[in-house]
């Protein structure tokens, strides 16, 4: 369907740094959150330079999370940064499980 093609392109374009090494962009944008479908991590993976109020075609996928730099995340179960909230702490790898997993849709710096 074009219309998820296209979401997928535009959360892509926008939010996916695969070209730049981690390094870098972390030293860019003070910080990175890459999402992950699996728990380990890997599989197909989002990976966020600033909030994003919708995570568009990842929306209920994530199964686990590695953050670069210095910033720390909340990530939440619902759009527009609702629903239940998560703390992810910068420098951290870890798992969604319960609720969390396959549950996030927007994700923002935390201050
Ligand atoms: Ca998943």
């Given at each position: 369907m074009s219309h998820i093609n296209n979401q997928t392109k535009d959360l892509y374009s926008i939010e996916f740094v695969q070209?730049?090494?981690e390094e870098a962009s972390a030293t860019i944008s003070g910080g990175l959150l890459f999402l992950f479908d699996k728990p380990?991590?890997?599989g197909d993976q989002a990976v966020l330079a600033?909030?994003?109020?919708?995570?568009?075609?990842?929306?209920n996928k994530a199964s686990s999370y590695r953050i670069?730099?210095?910033k720390n995340w909340y990530v939440y179960t619902g759009k527009n940064y609702t629903g239940t909230r998560y703390f992810?702490?910068?420098g951290t790898t870890g798992?969604?499980?319960?609720n969390a997993n396959n549950n996030i849709e927007s994700?923002?710096?935390a201050y």
């Open positions: 070209d730049l090494d380990n991590p890997q600033s909030s994003a109020p919708n995570l568009e075609s990842f929306n670069t730099g210095n992810l702490k910068a798992r969604f499980t319960g994700a923002s710096f």
